[in-house]
């Protein structure tokens, strides 16, 4: 059998075949045009055990076209694969020929590759969330603006409602004035363009019997339940609970040696915005959930308040596994016992 990793860049990769040997058969840089990449391959397709492809940030167009053309892909988790320390040159051919070894002896960490259609509007999602951040630095610019010219603050809901007129009202100077109406029509810009999307979304999700168990949960709402539900993808890909919470960084990652630690893990394994998504659940239900808030409160008596809010995140993360698992109603009951 034949093995090949490609390591992969903006605007070339590195392409390595070995056997089962690891003596290298093939080994060249090309640019990132599919047609060469696939001359190349042509070749060693009959005994092609797999293709390695690194999750770089740009993979979505190699990988959807080799796996169309009839290849066997396999996405790396590079931030789960570590080469000896002890190596004295290194390079982009030994990063390839690296990733056809360990595929070679089963050791790959293997990302996953959502659906082309699923992953395009998860990344949708991702986008919403990355405007709303760009409308909140346009909010938090106004408040400091009117808080240096009046000594005074307003709201977000009241910035979120100010006009040119109530602008030209504040008889500020032109200069000033300018530049609170320069923040207004990028903030109005950005929530024209989250309304669409969350239109989008919400059309997208409502269909899903997943996305109506999750808006029963203590603390998720619309916006979140469609997070979770799009990051998390097919539930079946998790072969138990603690493989999810672990996922979506809701356990700790240490080191132990003899019962005791010896260091920590990496703790940027896993699902951002599931961390994410799950950590604003979890204030939410505090805030309005009382099993929850007794919880939060018998954690923040024995630790902290960080360390209680990710505990019942933990909960949650759990109670929505199932939840997705088994097609079951939330149980505060059983969540918070």
């Keep these: 059998m034949l093995f090949c990793g490609i390591d992969l860049h903006s605007n070339n990769c590195f392409v390595v075949i070995s056997d089962d040997d690891d003596k290298v058969l093939y080994s060249r840089r090309l640019p990132n045009n599919l047609d060469q990449i696939c001359a190349a391959l042509d070749p060693y397709r009959t005994n092609l055990f797999g293709v390695v492809v690194e999750s770089t940030y740009n993979w979505y167009w190699l990988v959807d076209e080799l796996i169309e053309a009839g290849y066997p892909l ?43 259609a699923t992953r395009a509007v998860r990344d949708l999602a991702r986008k919403r969330m990355q405007l709303v951040q760009q409308r909140t630095t346009q909010i938090v610019s106004i408040e400091t603006c009117l808080a240096q010219q009046t000594g005074g603050r307003l709201s977000t809901n009241d910035v979120k409602q100010l006009t040119d007129a109530h602008v030209d009202a504040m008889s500020f100077g032109a200069a000033d004035s300018m530049g609170l109406k320069a923040n207004l029509a990028v903030m109005q810009a950005l929530q024209t363009q989250i309304d669409t999307i969350e239109k989008a979304l919400s059309k997208h999700c409502r269909s899903n019997p997943g996305y109506r168990l999750l808006k029963t949960v ?18 079946e890909r ?36 599931l961390a994410w998504a799950y950590v604003e659940a979890a204030n939410f239900a505090i805030r309005y959930c009382e099993p929850a808030r007794k919880f939060y409160q018998r954690k923040k008596a024995k630790r902290n308040s960080i360390v209680a809010i990710k505990a019942v995140a933990h909960k949650l993360a759990r109670a929505c596994f199932h939840m997705l698992k088994t097609g079951e109603q939330f149980s505060i009951e059983r969540c918070f016992a």
């Design 218 to 235: 203590s603390g998720i709402g619309p916006i979140l339940a469609t997070v979770i539900l799009l990051e998390t993808g097919s539930i």
């Design 238 to 273: 998790f072969a138990d609970v603690g493989n999810y919470a672990s996922y979506c960084r809701c356990v700790d990652s240490v080191h132990v040696s003899n019962g005791k630690k010896k260091g920590e893990g990496n703790t940027k394994n896993g699902n951002r915005y």
């Design 74 to 116: 396999h996405l790396a988790n590079t931030t789960a694969i570590k080469q000896y320390d002890g190596l004295k040159h290194r390079g982009d051919e030994s990063d390839a020929r690296h990733l056809a070894h360990i595929l070679r002896l089963g050791l790959l960490p293997e990302g996953h590759i959502m659906p082309r």
